[in-house]
């Protein structure tokens, strides 16, 4: 069955940097688009960036534009997210979700818990 | 950017009733809109997508309607299992944008 696992999530001071992995398994992972949706602590859904299946097509919301990368490694079945510059409004739990197309979320993970503050 | 806008903030209903979610978006986006749901401590679950299909698995009381700016989910007659918060997403531009989200809860 699909399984998307993050981890790398933790607590980091302001200014500070943290590395997200998804990893991917129960379907071909290069055949899939890859997204990473952040939820804050009590608060709805917002979207962070997009990965298209072969990696030549990305995108990122203006709120982390600049401070955030997102790559992949298709053969490793493996997400990443680089988040430099941290704020404390970035403080989420952040989910990767995966989709057969760049429109919906199919299948999502459990979320990994960044929290920023000093 | 796309803003979605849903509504009402929460819907106070019983079991076996109907419920209806409105979203509405800032410009059209066609029929390029999701319902998503969440149960509290779970990731999103996707439930419709192109505004009107069901997902495989979702059940029946739950459908989707509308194009262009407004949107309904309607679930036709709520289960004990339906209490939750809903959101809609649009695809159609970038950035990809969510609602702020509708809790429905027992009344």
């Known amino acids: 069955q699909v399984q998307l696992v993050e981890s790398g999530g933790g607590l980091v001071k302001p200014g500070g940097s943290l590395r997200l992995s998804c990893a991917a398994s129960?379907?071909?992972?290069?055949?899939?688009?890859m997204t990473w949706i952040r939820q804050a602590p009590g608060k709805g859904l917002e979207w962070v960036s997009y990965?298209?299946?072969?990696?030549?097509?990305?995108y990122y919301a203006d709120s982390v534009k600049g401070r955030f990368t997102i790559s992949r490694d298709n053969a490793e079945n493996s997400l990443y997210l680089q988040m430099n510059s941290l704020r404390a409004e970035d403080t989420a739990l952040y989910y990767c979700?995966?989709?057969?197309?760049?429109?919906?979320?199919?299948?999502w993970g459990q979320g990994t818990l960044v929290t920023v503050s000093s | 950017e796309i803003v979605l806008t849903q509504s009402p903030a929460t819907l106070s209903l019983s079991p076996g009733e109907r419920a209806t979610l409105s979203c509405r978006a800032s410009?059209?986006?066609?029929?390029?809109l999701a319902w998503y749901q969440q149960k509290p401590g779970q990731a999103p679950r996707l439930l419709i997508y192109?505004?009107?299909n069901r997902v495989t698995g979702i059940p029946a009381r739950f459908s989707g309607s509308g194009s262009g700016t407004d949107f309904t989910l309607t679930i036709s007659s709520l289960e004990p299992e339906d209490f939750a918060v809903y959101y809609c997403?649009?695809?159609?531009?970038?950035?990809?944008?969510f609602g702020q989200g509708t809790k429905v809860e027992i009344k």
């Open positions: 979700a995966s989709g057969p197309n760049p429109y919906y979320f199919d299948y």
């Open positions: 129960g379907f071909t992972f290069s055949d899939y688009y």
């Open positions: 990965i298209s299946n072969g990696g030549s097509t990305i």
């Open positions: 410009q059209s986006v066609s029929s390029d």
């Open positions: 192109n505004a009107s």
């Open positions: 997403q649009q695809c159609s531009n970038w950035p990809r944008t």
